[in-house]
């Protein structure tokens, strides 16, 4: 950490400041300057508040160089997530999670869940806590969709993919394989240290609005917890595009990998909205070097409670599997 | 809602469609045209998803007339909220909420209390639970900070604002005299039905990037519960810009008089990040038509454990009452 | 169009907003509903101004159905562009355009447009005119840069791409193959509108906060003038991410191909700011259809005038180029 | 500046980066750390190319301490500009330019420019070159409007505001008193530096997605040219939420006070898009400290031939103005 500092100012002034430098054990340096002096602050910066730092008149800039996701950024961890046997990470095969947007009853996960296992998914994802901009829309099945999704998952005999949208329902997450914090979730702190001690792999979305960093962040909430099984999801960010819901940040792609060991998905369903997109974004993020793809996929499209226009139905999901899988090889990866 | 159907299309594929209208008990009408028919609903549309009809092959676009926050565009509702005898509300008196960001002890908000008192606050505002990016960050006294909360209220009969982050802390907000629900948890629905059934005024922050409708579902949330006292605030949106941390969109202070009855109130201290342009903001809030602040006061910013650099001293505060007085009586408004 | 009034209006009121429509010799229809009505407009809308509509006091919503961006939309057009006998389009080899991103001199010129022909592209793209957003930045060697441009195009028997961006230089771009548009120019109508009369493909750069409606619309102003021969260039949008300069819009590849018959190209170097971002997004690129790259290359990016940090090696070049051979095939498209 | 250097690097590696260095004729300092090295450079900076210096292999990060802008932060400077005796500044009256979005005629000029002038409006505001999203829109009358517009000046001794979109129509634009740069022509930087040698006062509108610093950079093109008459106007910056146009920037207000002496006013019509937001946010700008208001008055907004809907009526404007004069005194200002 880098902390500018406006020329004549003396020892005194100076005093509180590098006294809260001394609570946190820190070296620092003092370097003189022409037109500003620089306080030089290294070792662990974790505990170091930039804003109170800024709140000292003298105080020009402060400047952060290390990220403060200490453990999302050390690449000495591993680079997989395991779950049931299959791996999800940087050198593996990729990933397809793929399944209805919402749990409607048994018959309707039954269905979809054996086409697009069928076409090649290695995940069912499915939703039962449904989280809804509206109040009067179906909010889904809850308790009773999570027994649905267990039924599913033991009959297809196929891990699933399910949103916890708060922590009074963490027991019933059991039995789900992955556990997806939703996009609105993401800084919803209670939540993801309640969900983390579950020692489960989490599918961490980000906030449609985070920045990378408040999102790492996020994934070191879980970390801490002694759970470093996260799986970060790019969903699209808000744009002021009026044609698409959202916009896809493939830049996260490469620069995850750049910044840490996590595996990165991507859900181009919810990113733009409507079915005819999602088939050209889904062999973008895989051309980018993702790890996997979250895909919603409906047969009945308009009579799904939720999400219908961006769902595809199964047949072209078995078309799109067909060619992400010549997209896989080109770039010499494999799909699961 | 207008539904625009391609030309062409022929009764039985539109079955399904007029079938999915006729279970929501809707007037409609088919209105046909050159280039393209339209099927106008009219009714109790609240049930109707977008979504869902938008999957039909045949539909070209959907488009709602009305918004879907029926008890929020309410305006035969009463206009104000009534929090121990304090009117909040359009015809009402601006009042001004003020504090330290996080409750640090009890001598520090003892402290600050009483100035911002002293200087024409209506309410203390300080927080004990603390959403905060990093783990590694103050994360508020919780438990322990709303009893120090309750505590000054009472001695310095003051009514008192602070944010609620989790449905599992619930009832340590019964003496807390208006709820804050922050900008990260807008959308946390869970939490949102969960508060309103406490039945005290909620103070809805609106998320850093949520649309004007997502803010007023959110509300729509709160007053189909039962309870009507919702204070909206903005407290500024993301943007390109990297000199200020939010962009204050000054905007929804007349929108929102349009769209709704309820009481808007603006946050400058978070939307700015710099206490330099607090002021500023905050006199340009008043002469907008906004119905309150929410403003950070600390005594010792750099020793503040959160947000140092975004509060404002005492003295500034003062100052800042002085000309908001003066602004308030320019736009023909008083001050609480 | 549709335009929603409100209930209750009388004939004499409405006469205005007839009369306006009546100039326009268009057809309409007049559809009464219980909560509004809607005036119908169908035929050439093109003349009619929505925000003059709008201003009438009983005018709820004026809709547009269809784009306003006829000559673009007309998918009759041929599907690509003809320079020098290489077609760029939806059904032709994706080409790529490399080189620098200034022209410094004609040995760097030469060097590197050697390579980038060597490992394959297309075009030689290079700047001599640059628009800075700092006056003390080199601005390029405008007519001698041309110059050069022209003696290496010749030399290497390798069509060119030159950004324009000024009238008062019109002349100069004869010789110049694809005439570029950059971002900061795409609504300088004067300058489109005289280019346009070149008669030369052009490559019409996406403003950096313009919507694809925007973008589209500036095209049409080419179009109009009879021109037709225009390749449309994603670059990237603003966003709130400090880590990328820019967030390349994925969702405008396949979008553009529902709306237009124009080809569509992408430009990763500036939308990522970053070499070691390039190449995954390039792949991603042609993996989502776009018919063809435009790349930054220097073979000393340190040494370079400008944009260093976005260049790529000739040698991290050749590497993309035979990976994106093979997505390209993957999905089933050539390399030019 | 700052350059973050990676350890372990040998002077050999560092030496083209100290080359470079010593050809801008700058202080350095080599500052060793444990973590990174620091090279100081202190100077004129306004040379050095961050994105050459960031393309070293070795370098981590480049940090700014001080703007490019050295002409524009110059607060030595005299901080008004005197347009025909009309001062505008920081200390000096709050004044108001207000009249149609475009000349239609002779009469409806005249017409609004009597009653704006009567109303209190200090400059007659008026566009002749109207750079529209759809070719198909209403141009503008071009130099036919610019006579109409000096016949009205001369008529009502009132000092006139047009913008202009060309190089090729300077000579028309001498008889203009404030010329204005539009927000899509803010960075059309041949455009800036030809009207920068016109001598006038230049009013110039921020890109509707430019950062402050792109904005001071274009301001610091015009000043380089030895023309410091430069007004800052900020007109709204594009955001995600469709119900308004665009989202006023309040915070440059107090920001760019803090930057420079440089005038700053806004403009509430284009940024809101709707007449019925027009008021409130103009008595906010004033609030906030602004330096004037530019403001869109039509007598028949219906019939204006651009922008209606965003037009107040010339009442509204006179109801305004009232308001406005109390706000100005409320903060100790007065209104021209």
């Given at each position: ?5 406006k020329k004549e100012i003396n020892e005194n002034e100076l005093q509180p400041l590098l006294n809260e430098v001394k609570t946190h054990d820190l070296k620092y340096a003092y370097l003189n300057g022409e ?32 990220p403060s996701y200490q453990k999302v950024s050390n690449k000495d961890e591993q680079s997989f997530i395991n779950v049931n046997g299959i791996k999800i990470g940087r050198n593996e095969s990729i990933v ?151 916009s896809l940040d493939f830049s996260v792609i490469p620069l995850i990998k750049k910044l840490s060991n996590l595996p990165i998905i991507v859900d181009p369903s919810h990113a733009s909205g409507h079915f ?61």
């Amino acid at each position: 950490m880098l902390i500018i500092i406006k020329k004549e100012i003396n020892e005194n002034e100076l005093q509180p400041l590098l006294n809260e430098v001394k609570t946190h054990d820190l070296k620092y340096a003092y370097l003189n300057g022409e037109e500003y002096d620089i306080l030089r602050l290294e070792g662990n910066l974790t505990k170091v508040d930039e804003k109170k730092i800024s709140a000292f008149d003298f105080v020009l800039q402060v400047i952060k160089i290390s990220p403060s996701y200490q453990k999302v950024s050390n690449k000495d961890e591993q680079s997989f997530i395991n779950v049931n046997g299959i791996k999800i990470g940087r050198n593996e095969s990729i990933v397809v999670m793929a399944g209805p947007c919402s749990i409607e009853n048994y018959d309707q996960l039954k269905r979809i869940g054996t086409q697009v296992k069928h076409f090649g998914a290695a995940f069912l994802r499915a939703g039962a806590y449904k989280p809804r901009t509206s109040p009067y829309s179906f909010q889904g099945l809850k308790s009773e969709g999570i027994s649905i999704l267990k039924r599913v998952k033991e009959e297809l005999k196929m891990p699933v993919v399910s949103e916890i949208t708060s922590i009074l329902a963490i027991d019933e997450f059991k039995d789900v394989d992955i556990i997806q914090i939703g996009a609105r979730n993401m800084q919803n702190y209670k939540l993801l240290k309640a969900v983390a001690k579950l020692n489960k792999p989490i599918l961490l979305k980000r906030g449609f609005a985070s920045t990378v960093e408040e999102w790492l962040m996020s994934a070191e909430y879980i970390i801490k917890e002694g759970n470093n099984q996260v799986i970060l999801c790019e969903r699209g960010v808000r744009s002021f595009e009026p044609l698409t819901r959202f916009s896809l940040d493939f830049s996260v792609i490469p620069l995850i990998k750049k910044l840490s060991n996590l595996p990165i998905i991507v859900d181009p369903s919810h990113a733009s909205g409507h079915f005819e997109l999602v088939e050209s974004l889904s062999l973008a993020v895989i051309a980018a070097g993702a790890d996997g793809l979250i895909i919603e996929v409906h047969d009945k499209p308009f009579e799904a409670l939720s999400d219908g226009i961006q769902s595809i139905k199964p047949d072209r999901f078995a078309s799109l599997m067909e060619k992400a899988k010549k997209v896989a090889h080109a770039i010499g990866r494999d799909m699961f």
